[in-house]
């Protein structure tokens, strides 16, 4: 099986190589691995410092990690951070990051490479971020008896470690090189007892500490607030056109309600599609600044970078995506206590369905769903206030995740 998987690997760097002869995603990966060898020894240099290594597949798994990256950097600084990416869209847009002292791409998993690459870094732990589980990278750690910990990882039953097939107990043997997972849930930990193994502690997703985090830091907009007044806002963030489509449909319609839009695609055609659209007054975040936006029922946010901090402005969210691949980040909206409502495809998402099942969130299919949700979430009762108290109880719980795993991790190598 291990040639099997070799195999594998060796044809994946060969179809991503010839895929970056048209592709800039791919063209990326490739040459930003080039020559990695020598900058890895350049960057290290020969003062050997003792080096921890947390590895991320790409953006969403470095926020993840990044509440224990900062945590491990602040309470132990003698030691030096490397983090490195898989995707060139984690790496590109992570690659200045000041909380590590090097941050590359990893190299493909061969056996050479893996091999290499402790070899010169020699790290003293390893941390890989939720899905990362990489044969040759782990058995080199495992025969260096380097410690190697799983953070934020979730399992689910349909994944390869547990069936039984050829492939599936190969496979689950790489979990042997493990030290220790963190696990995100009772349904995980409960997965990995199934198959014999008990190195777990159920820790929580360390994303709640990152949006706490956030919320915290959260930018002010003095616009905005003018904007909101005394009224019920909406906030729509990362939608795409499905989603657009069924709120923009509820905005011509209604009353007394103020929304902001954040699509995410803000390319001028798109939000140009979305102006055409409405019917309602409505003004750009661009062009805002300095108008008298208390009359105007809509703010089109077209700019990137700044939707975290607008949900602090909100009374409810929708959360886009959910008539597509999956839903984006619905923590970012409920750490500010604002009941979430998405889209039918968020099953995959364990923080939605929990919301959900706790009465924080709400998941809609169709036009009649929405506007059912909205006009309970807006109208007289209890209802927003009780989603919005879910919302409260549900982040305050699980807050602390960095923090248990830092504390176990480094009490036990004392």
């Known amino acids: 099986m291990a040639l099997i998987y070799n195999l594998v690997i060796f044809f994946y760097g060969l179809a991503v190589r010839i895929a970056a002869l048209f592709n800039d995603k791919a063209k990326f990966f490739v040459t930003g691995r080039k020559h990695w060898q020598q900058k890895l020894k350049d960057a290290t240099g020969e003062e050997r410092n003792p080096y921890i290594w947390f590895h991320c597949a790409s953006l969403g798994e470095f926020e993840q990690g990044r509440p224990v990256i900062e945590a491990v950097k602040k309470q132990y600084p003698a030691y030096k951070i490397i983090l490195t990416f898989f995707s060139p869209s984690g790496y590109e847009i992570r690659k200045n990051y000041e909380g590590a002292d090097i941050v590359c791409y990893l190299p493909l998993d061969t056996k050479k490479n893996a091999n290499t690459f402790l070899d010169i870094v020699q790290p003293q732990k390893a941390f890989f971020v939720k899905y990362e589980f990489w044969y040759n990278y782990i058995s080199g750690l495992k025969k260096r008896h380097i410690p190697l910990y799983i953070i934020s990882v979730i399992f689910r039953k349909e994944q390869l470690f547990f069936q039984n097939t050829p492939g599936g107990k190969w496979y689950r043997k790489i979990l042997a090189g493990v030290t220790h997972f963190f696990v995100q849930n009772e349904k995980s930990a409960a997965l990995l007892n199934s198959i014999g193994i008990a190195n777990y502690s159920i820790a929580g997703d360390t994303r709640f500490d990152r949006v706490a985090e956030i919320a915290r830091g959260a930018r002010s907009f003095e616009m905005v607030e ?40 803000v390319k001028t055609a798109n939000i140009n599609r979305i102006c055409q659209a409405l019917e309602k007054n409505f003004v750009l975040f661009s062009k805002a600044q300095h108008e008298p936006v208390e009359n105007v029922d809509v703010l089109i946010i077209d700019s990137i970078g700044i939707l975290s901090s607008l949900y602090q402005y909100g009374d409810m969210a929708y959360i886009g995506g959910g008539f597509g691949v999956g839903i984006h980040n619905t923590l970012e909206a409920a750490t500010f206590k604002l009941p979430v409502i998405f889209g039918p495809n968020y099953l995959k998402f364990n923080e939605a369905v929990e919301l959900v099942e706790q009465g924080g969130a709400f998941s809609v299919d169709n036009q009649d769903a ?36 830092v504390e176990k991790i480094f009490s036990e190598s004392k």
């Open 370 to 405: 929405l506007n059912a949700v909205l006009n309970r979430l807006v109208g007289g009762g209890d209802v927003r206030k009780k989603a919005s108290e879910a919302c409260k109880k549900y982040v305050d719980k699980n807050v602390g995740a960095a923090k248990l795993i």
């Open 226 to 265: 003018r904007f909101k007044g005394n009224d019920v806002t909406l906030i729509a963030g990362s939608t795409w056109k499905p989603d657009e489509e069924l709120l923009i449909d509820f905005i011509n319609k209604s009353s007394g309600i103020k929304f902001i839009i954040a699509p995410h695609e």
